[in-house]
C-alpha cells in the first residue's frame, strides 16, 4: 500500500505541473486585455500602462508564469483583477458551497443509483428491472434547468416547504442550510443516479454469472449473502470510479444548476472570471479543480484496494 501511494503520490506532481502551464497558457489566448477593463471607460494610456506594470502584464508570459507559479507554491494565487480580493480568499469562500453541493448529490445519486441497479441485476427480465431501466433513461434525459424550474414550483411555490433560492452556511444554521441546498443537491444528483443505476447494473450482471457466486450458491449461503458479500462488493469497482468522477465533475460542472438556485459556487465564480477576464481568479480555480479532481482519482485509487484485496499486489 505504501509503494503504490508513493508512487501515485510522485505522479500528481508533474502532472500538475503541465495543468498550470496549460492553464497560463490558454488564458493568454482570450480575447481582451484585463488592462482595458480595468482601466474603466476613460482609459488613460498612463493609468493602462501603471496597471501592465503592476500586474506585469509587460512581461514576457514566461517570467509571468513564474511570478504566479512562485506565488502558487507559497500559498498566494495573486489578486483578482475586478474586485481586489486576494484569490485565495474568493476560493475560500466560494469552494466549501460547491463541496457541499457536490457531496450532498453524490450521497443522493448513490442512495438512489446503487440499490436500483442492484435490483434491476437480481429482477432481470421483471418489472423492477423495467422500472428501474425507465428511471434511469428519464433521469438521463431530463435536462438540469427543466427539473430546478420544476422543483422550485412545486415545492417553493405551490407547497411553500423549502426556500427557491439562496444559501446559508452550515456554520450559521445546519437546518437552512440543508433546506436551501436539497433541491439542487437532487437536481444534480438525479442524473448522476441514473448513471450510477446503468453502470451497477451492468457490473452485478457480469459478477452473477462469475464462478465464485455459483460456488457460493452450492454451499447453501443465501441468496442475501450471496448479492451483498459476495457479487456486490466484486461490483463496486467501477462505481468507485464513477462517483470519484462524477464528484470532480461537479465541482466545475453545476454552474447552470448554481445559477437556476442562486448558490453561489465554485462555478458560478470561474464563468465571472472568464467573462470579467480576470486572469488571477480563473488560473487559480482551475488549478484548485484539478488538484481536487486528481485527489479524488487518487482516493478512488485506494478504495479499490480496500475494496478488493487481490489488487494490493
Do not use: C
Not at 105 to 125: E, N, R, S
Amino acid at each position: 500500500m505504501l509503494n503504490f501511494l508513493t508512487r501515485r503520490l510522485a505522479q500528481i506532481v508533474p502532472t500538475l505541473f503541465f495543468v498550470s502551464v496549460l492553464i497560463f497558457s490558454l488564458q493568454q489566448l482570450l480575447p481582451g486585455d484585463p488592462a482595458l477593463v480595468m482601466a474603466g471607460e476613460e482609459r488613460d494610456p498612463a493609468v493602462i500602462e501603471q496597471i501592465r506594470h503592476q500586474y506585469r502584464l509587460d512581461q514576457p508570459v514566461p517570467v509571468q508564469y513564474a511570478y504566479w507559479m512562485k506565488g502558487v507554491l507559497s500559498g498566494d494565487f495573486g489578486e483578482s483583477l475586478r474586485n481586489k480580493m486576494p484569490v485565495r480568499e474568493l476560493i475560500a469562500q466560494k469552494l466549501p458551497v460547491t463541496l457541499q453541493l457536490g457531496s450532498m448529490a453524490i450521497i443522493i445519486a448513490f442512495l438512489i443509483g446503487i440499490p436500483a441497479g442492484i435490483v434491476a441485476a437480481v429482477k432481470k427480465g421483471t418489472a423492477w428491472d423495467y422500472g428501474a431501466n425507465f428511471f434511469a433513461l428519464w433521469g438521463i434525459s431530463t435536462p438540469n434547468f427543466w427539473l430546478g424550474i420544476m422543483l422550485i414550483f412545486l415545492f417553493s411555490i405551490e407547497l411553500g416547504w423549502l426556500p427557491a433560492s439562496g444559501y446559508v452556511p452550515l456554520t450559521e444554521n445546519w437546518r437552512a442550510s440543508l433546506a436551501a441546498t436539497i433541491m439542487p443537491a437532487f437536481v444534480l444528483g438525479n442524473a448522476i443516479s441514473a448513471v450510477l443505476m446503468r453502470h451497477t447494473r451492468s457490473a452485478m450482471l457480469q459478477v452473477l454469472e462469475s464462478d465464485y457466486v455459483r460456488t457460493a450458491r452450492a454451499k447453501g449461503l443465501s441468496e442475501r449473502s450471496v448479492i451483498l458479500k459476495h457479487a456486490m462488493r466484486n461490483a463496486l469497482t467501477p462505481i468507485i470510479t464513477l462517483g470519484a468522477l462524477e464528484l470532480g465533475t461537479l465541482l466545475s460542472g453545476a454552474v447552470l444548476t448554481e445559477q437556476i438556485f442562486s448558490i453561489p459556487g465554485f462555478g458560478k465564480l470561474i464563468v465571472d472570471a472568464v467573462f470579467n477576464r480576470d486572469y488571477a481568479v480563473v488560473q487559480g480555480v482551475v488549478l484548485v479543480t484539478a488538484t481536487v479532481y486528481i485527489t479524488l482519482n487518487l482516493v478512488a485509487d485506494v478504495a479499490y484496494i480496500l475494496v478488493n484485496p487481490r489488487l494490493r499486489g
